[in-house]
C-alpha cells in the first residue's frame, strides 16, 4: 500500500488534490462561469469597426517569406490571434498555413476559409450564447439516479458546428485557401491526432472546429473514426508538428500564445521550500509541468525562425477562467483589439531591428 501510494505519477496525482484545494480563485471562476450558463450575458452591439484603419506596416526581415500561424488553446481568449491576422495582414505577409488547438480553431477558422481579419471578427462578435453553447440540464439532473453512466459532459458541440456550417459551408480541409490543422485527443486510445488539410482533407471545416474545442468534461466527446474524441489542447497546447511536417515551404512562423506565461516559462515558486507548509506552495507545479515541457519541446522546433507574441497577461487567462473566457463574449472586442496592438508593437520591433542591423547607406 505504501509502495503504491509513493509510487512517481501518485505522488503527482496526490499533489494535484492539493493544489486543487488551495486554489479558490479557480473555483471562483468556475463559478461565474456557471452562473453565466444560466443567466447569458451578451455583450452591447458594435458600433463601427472593429479595428483601426488599415495601416499598411513594411518588415523588410519578413518581406517574401511565407508565414505559418501556430497558435495555442486559451478558450475564448484565443480571439485575440485574429488582432494578430490583421496586423500580419496589414505588413503584407502571406499565411501559408495555421495549426491550432482548442479555441484557437474556432477564432482561426475562418481566416483559412477565405476570410479576410476582419470578416472573422465580425462573425465570432455575431455569436450568440445560445447559438454555440446547448447546456444539457436534464442529462446532469439524471446523473446521479445513472450512478454516471453515459454521461460525457454537459454541453452538445452541435450547435457549433452548425454556426461555422451556415457560415463558412462544408468545405473540405484539403480544399481551403489556407492549409489548416486542429488537434484532438483520441480519448478512447490516448493518443494525439491531427486534423487538417495534409492529415484529413476530406473532413469539413466545421467538424474539424467542432472536434477541436470538445474540451473533456465540459462537453461531449466529438466522434471521430469511431473513437470518442476531444480537444487536443489537454495534450498539446502548442501544436507546431502539423506545418513543420507538412509544409516545408513555409520560411517563419508566427506564435500567439494566451495560455501560458511568455515563452512557456513556468509560474515562479521561487523560495517555496521556506515557506510555511512548504510542500503545498509548490504542489501546483506538478499539474502544468508535463504540459509545459511539450509546448517547449514545440517551439524549440522553430524556435530560430519564430516571433512569439503574448497578446494578454497570463494573469488575466491562467488556468481555470479559459471557461469563462469562451462562455462570456463581453471582452471579446478587447481581446481582439490588444491581440492586434500587440502583434503591431512586436513588428514594429521587428523592423526596428533589421534597420539597426543594417549597414548605414553612403
Known amino acids: 500500500m505504501l509502495a503504491r501510494l509513493l509510487a512517481p505519477l501518485s505522488v503527482k496525482h496526490a499533489f494535484h488534490r492539493v493544489a486543487d484545494v488551495m486554489d479558490l480563485d479557480a473555483d471562483r471562476s468556475f463559478l461565474r462561469a456557471a452562473k453565466l450558463l444560466v443567466s447569458p450575458k451578451e455583450p452591447p452591439e458594435l458600433d463601427g469597426d472593429i479595428f483601426?484603419?488599415?495601416?499598411?506596416?513594411?518588415?523588410?526581415?519578413?518581406?517574401?517569406?511565407?508565414?505559418?500561424?501556430?497558435?495555442?488553446?486559451?478558450?475564448?481568449?484565443?480571439?485575440?490571434?485574429?488582432?494578430?491576422?490583421?496586423?500580419?495582414?496589414?505588413?503584407?505577409?502571406?499565411?501559408?498555413?495555421?495549426?491550432?488547438?482548442?479555441?484557437?480553431?474556432?477564432?482561426?477558422?475562418?481566416?483559412?476559409a477565405g476570410l479576410d481579419a476582419e470578416q472573422t471578427a465580425a462573425f465570432l462578435l455575431s455569436f450568440r450564447q445560445s447559438e454555440y453553447i446547448d447546456p444539457d440540464w436534464r442529462e446532469l439532473l439524471k446523473l446521479p439516479f445513472a450512478l454516471g453512466r453515459g454521461f460525457t459532459g454537459l454541453l452538445n458541440t452541435e450547435a457549433i458546428g452548425q454556426l461555422y456550417e451556415k457560415r463558412l459551408g462544408q468545405a473540405p480541409v484539403g480544399t481551403l485557401p489556407i492549409p489548416f490543422y486542429a488537434n484532438i485527443w483520441d480519448m478512447d486510445h490516448n493518443r494525439l491526432l491531427y486534423l487538417g488539410t495534409r492529415t484529413r482533407p476530406e473532413m469539413p471545416l466545421p467538424q474539424v472546429v467542432r472536434a477541436a474545442v470538445t474540451l473533456p468534461l465540459f462537453m461531449r466527446p466529438f466522434e471521430v473514426d469511431g473513437a470518442q474524441c476531444g480537444d487536443?489542447?489537454?495534450?498539446?497546447?502548442?501544436?507546431?508538428?502539423?506545418?513543420?511536417?507538412?509544409?516545408?515551404?513555409i520560411d517563419f512562423y508566427i506564435g500567439v500564445n494566451a495560455f501560458y506565461p511568455e515563452n512557456f516559462s513556468g509560474e515562479d515558486h521561487t523560495g517555496w521550500h521556506e515557506a510555511t507548509f512548504s510542500i503545498l506552495r509548490v504542489s501546483p507545479q506538478t499539474q502544468q509541468c508535463q504540459h509545459l515541457e511539450a509546448a517547449r519541446m514545440q517551439l524549440r522546433r522553430i524556435e530560430d525562425r519564430c516571433l512569439m507574441m503574448h497578446p494578454l497577461p497570463y494573469e488575466e487567462i491562467r488556468g481555470i477562467r479559459l471557461y469563462e473566457q469562451f462562455i462570456d463574449r463581453r471582452p471579446?472586442?478587447?481581446?481582439?483589439?490588444r491581440g492586434h496592438a500587440a502583434a503591431r508593437r512586436e513588428l514594429e520591433a521587428l523592423q526596428a531591428a533589421d534597420q539597426t542591423s543594417s549597414p548605414a547607406s553612403p
Open 232 to 249: 487536443g489542447g489537454v495534450v498539446n497546447v502548442f501544436p507546431v508538428d502539423p506545418l513543420v511536417d507538412n509544409h516545408p515551404e
Open 52 to 112: 483601426p484603419r488599415f495601416a499598411p506596416l513594411r518588415v523588410p526581415a519578413l518581406a517574401g517569406k511565407r508565414v505559418g500561424l501556430v497558435a495555442t488553446g486559451g478558450g475564448g481568449a484565443m480571439v485575440c490571434a485574429v488582432g494578430v491576422a490583421r496586423a500580419l495582414e496589414e505588413a503584407g505577409l502571406e499565411i501559408g498555413g495555421i495549426s491550432t488547438c482548442s479555441g484557437s480553431a474556432m477564432a482561426l477558422a475562418p481566416l483559412s
Open 332 to 337: 471579446w472586442l478587447d481581446f481582439m483589439r
